[in-house]
């Protein structure tokens, strides 16, 4: 909602399109669309707010480096089962230190530790950068799950296999888009085992993969830490597929990134080491 009332937005749309030069918006029997035009229009509003969101964090990011504070981005899902543990640390063994976290996708806080707007990113198989200083800090593998309500409704081979044409009736849950290498996504492997499109559910993060499968909507492929804490509760158990083999999907690597000959060096080689506790 805008919270304006219809004339005031009527005003500020025919504004717009005087400003513009061009009709932005039509109305149809759908309601109101954009035109060609708007669509034009829509696309650098976009990058305008966007870049105006990026000019808030350098402006706050060069207030953080002038007050001591460490910014750390990390990866959302290990963000979940790694961070709280390392607060825990830095309470008792670094009281001093102040952080700020930023979580998100890898190539966002990739971007941000560019820009200078953290200075130190844990994210999952970045691409070696000069200047950076990058290590891995473990490294996962991948594994089918289904939950223990579903697991009576699938065809076993008798050995707890599943036959891969389970998910003819069952979706395969993914995050497509997750990159397991440079040149290849999850998505793109399985529909090379003969999975089609029409029967994943793909979706944007593992957390959602997870919960999806924990209440019986399918099957996930999932980072067997991200899985973890639900097979210990017994909600989550691991299967095989015939025909797609595991090691297929490659491994999983959560990697620390930060600018060489950063003032805060030997601050952040501190803090590496308590997250190299924890994990």
């Known amino acids: 909602r805008l919270n304006l009332s219809q ?4 005003q500020s749309i025919a504004t717009l399109e005087q400003g513009a030069g061009h009709l932005l918006f039509r109305r149809s029997y759908r309601g109101v669309e954009l ?3 708007g669509d034009i229009f829509l696309k650098f509003a976009r990058q305008v707010v966007a870049d105006a969101v990026n000019v808030k964090l350098q402006l706050e990011a060069v207030n953080a480096s002038q ?32 952080l700020a976290l930023t979580t998100g996708r890898s190539g966002l806080l990739v971007d941000h530790l560019k820009d200078n707007v953290l200075d130190l990113a844990l994210t999952f198989g970045p691409e070696p950068l000069q200047e950076y200083e990058m290590k891995t800090l473990y490294t996962d593998s991948f594994s089918f799950y289904i939950g223990k309500s579903l697991l009576p409704k699938v065809e076993t081979t008798g050995t707890g296999r599943l036959f891969v044409d389970v998910f003819a009736e069952q979706s395969l849950l993914l995050f497509g888009s997750a990159r397991v290498s440079a040149d290849k996504t999850l998505r793109e492997i399985v529909l090379e085992h003969g999975v089609t499109d029409d029967q994943l559910t793909v979706v944007e993060s593992f957390e959602v993969a997870k919960e999806f499968c924990a209440q019986g909507f ?21 299967v095989t597929i015939t025909g797609i083999p595991d090691r297929e999907f490659g491994r999983h690597r959560l990697c620390y990134l930060y600018r060489k000959n950063h003032r805060h060096t030997k601050l952040i080689k501190a803090l590496i080491q308590l997250v190299r506790k924890v994990t």
């Open 67 to 98: 007050s001591g504070l460490l910014r750390v981005g990390i990866y959302e899902s290990p963000a979940i089962y790694i961070w709280p543990q390392v607060l825990k640390l830095v309470k008792k063994e670094m009281p001093e230190l102040k």
């Open 35 to 37: 035109t060609d035009a």
């Open 7 to 10: 004339p005031s937005l009527s």
């Open 218 to 238: 399918g099957i996930a492929l999932l980072p067997n830490r991200v899985a973890a804490n639900l097979v210990e509760k017994g909600t989550l158990e691991r």
